[in-house]
């Protein structure tokens, strides 16, 4: 698809008149909400009714705290755990980090700190090695910590330009853009519906590719720049069934997966909580949000939960203006409480201890931390990662430049 018939379709995509108008933003009432969104009478006999206080402002601070430290506590007594996860032992501590931080300054710090030592930890290996040795396997391992050496160092930091050359080498190996990204980017230019596992890992290469234009010395392909766009009108003709699809609701497999693509597809205008996202970016996403927000949390689906409370502000809402958000926010420290102030002490239904790793251990106060703060997005400016996005998928009040 041409670059202009790619944004005009993007823009139609993005229209209020596509269904997103009459539904509000922020609903600080049942009342206030559309019938879909509005949770089961069984389910709202669990919900606190009143506004949001102080008192409960300070729990979610200090659940904040103690999730960053139970992450921080993994990664030192586990250093494995770093390499296991990769980029995700730093993603997990910068997160809260972003679009206004946790409120603390010392909670940013330290998780800013543990970020830090984690990425010098996976860099370190490729410093003494020569770019020749890399293969094409290694582009997607590379891609990732070139991104963030270019955010934790000095512009002139030679350790960001090793990184960069190496991953510029892996490349070079590859047959093409496709064998770099993996089998599913020819499913989705074949129009053929990928698995919800295809759609996400493309999901991940979106938001990685987005800040690869930002990095000096990284040397990528026109395909990588037409990717994100490409997908995201993908992903609109993508099959996304509600929970109410399921005999067994929000616990169902299949659900969870697509729930989570969901919550993943909003990462891609946000960079990662760090940017706004708009309900007419895609109606049809903010609406599966909004709709499936309720039964996750009938179903005890903390991390996904956390994550759905996540988006919903980054598209502007909180516990103060917004039902959903203070019920999810609520919901969150129930859970931390009953797991005894320790976020990773629980066990979403069917989860047991003997299958858990580092990842299960560390996503859930990863996903917690992002739940619960506040946020102040980081204005889309040119130079920036959303300024990158909106070039493509520009804001209700912005132009395309695409």
Not at 65 to 73: A, K, Q
Not at 100 to 114: C, L, V, W, Y
Not at 197 to 206: D, M
Not at 346 to 357: H, L, Q, S
Request: glycine share 6%; charged share 25%; hydrophobic share 40%.
């Amino acid at each position: 698809m041409k670059k202009t018939s790619m944004a005009i379709a993007l823009l139609l995509l993005g229209s209020p008149s596509m269904g997103a108008a009459h539904e509000p933003l922020c609903a600080n009432s049942f009342d206030a909400m559309p019938a879909s969104w509005r949770p089961s009478a069984e389910v709202r006999k669990g919900l606190k009714d009143g506004p949001w206080t102080t008192k409960e402002s300070e729990d979610a601070q200090n659940a904040i705290r103690v999730g960053v430290d139970e992450m921080l506590e993994l990664y030192a007594k586990r250093p494995t755990a770093v390499t296991n996860l990769w980029d995700d032992a730093v993603e997990s501590l910068i997160d809260v980090t972003y679009s206004g931080g946790t409120g603390s300054a010392d909670i940013d710090e330290a998780a800013r700190a543990g970020a830090y030592r984690n990425l010098e930890i996976l860099i370190a290996p490729y410093l003494d090695r020569d770019p020749r040795s890399a293969v094409c396997t290694d582009f997607g391992t590379l891609l990732p910590i070139a991104i963030y050496a270019h955010r934790f160092y000095p512009a002139t930091d030679v350790r960001t330009a090793k990184i960069a050359s190496f991953a510029n080498a892996a490349y070079r190996q590859c047959a093409s853009f496709s064998q770099a990204v993996g089998r599913h980017y020819r499913g989705m230019l074949a129009n053929r519906t990928l698995s919800r596992e295809g759609a996400f890992r493309l999901v991940i290469w979106s938001i990685q590719l987005n800040e690869a234009e930002l990095v000096p010395g990284l040397k990528l392909p026109p395909e990588a720049r037409d990717f994100s766009p490409r997908l995201w009108l993908y992903l609109e003709d993508y099959p996304m069934l509600g929970a109410e699809a399921y005999s067994d609701g929000a616990r169902n497999e299949a659900f969870i997966q697509t729930a989570y693509l969901a919550t993943h597809m909003a990462f891609i205008p946000t960079g990662y909580h760090r940017y706004p996202i708009y309900a007419e970016d895609s109606p049809k996403l903010y609406r599966f949000l909004r709709e499936n927000f309720y039964p996750l949390l009938d179903a005890g689906q903390v991390d996904l939960a956390a994550q759905f409370v996540d988006a919903l502000r980054q598209y502007g809402c909180s516990e103060e203006d917004d039902r959903q958000v203070r019920d999810g926010t609520r919901f969150l420290l129930q859970t931390f409480h009953e797991a005894n102030d320790r976020w990773m002490n629980y066990r979403e239904p069917g989860e047991r201890e003997a299958v858990f790793d580092d990842y299960d251990f560390i996503h859930k106060p990863w996903s917690a931390t992002i739940g619960l703060r506040h946020r102040t997005p980081e204005p889309a400016a040119p130079g920036t990662y959303g300024g990158v996005v909106r070039q493509w998928l520009p804001g209700p009040d912005e132009p395309n430049s695409y």
